[in-house]
């Protein structure tokens, strides 16, 4: 099993910034991509972005060039900087990975684990 802890989440006006965290953890397991989604209240889970293990990145286009996604491949960690924060990005923000996991004494692969979500909230 992969547990995913965020945080980084807040209130902010429009045009501020956050920086948002998500750590992965657990028994034997090797990250595959790692992304962010994100839920806005009456709408449906989008992807924001994605960054795959070698570091390849992917953007929902109403981010780029505000938010830029990361990896800390040593400490299993992904950010997520957002910057240019308009009132349209608030969403609880969710974590996701995609890994294979050690488990029964066989690899499992590319099993998805998500966070708990975390709320990012931008003022006008």
């Known amino acids: 099993q992969v547990q995913l802890v965020e945080s980084g989440g807040g209130l902010v006006q429009a045009g501020g910034s956050l920086r948002l965290s998500c750590a992965a953890s657990g028994t034997t397991f090797r990250v595959n991509s790692m992304a962010w989604y994100r839920q806005a209240p009456g709408k449906q889970r989008e992807l924001v972005a994605e960054?795959?293990?070698?570091?390849?990145?992917t953007y929902a286009d109403s981010v780029k060039g505000r938010f830029t996604i990361s990896r800390d491949v040593a400490k299993n960690t992904v950010y997520l900087q957002m910057n240019a924060l308009k009132p349209e990005d608030t969403a609880v923000y969710y974590c996701?990975?995609?890994?294979?996991?050690?488990?029964?004494?066989?690899?499992?692969?590319?099993?998805?684990?998500w966070g708990q979500g975390t709320q990012v909230t931008v003022s006008s």
């Open positions: 996701n990975t995609n890994a294979d996991v050690l488990r029964s004494g066989r690899w499992w692969y590319g099993d998805r684990y």
């Open positions: 960054i795959t293990k070698v570091g390849s990145t």
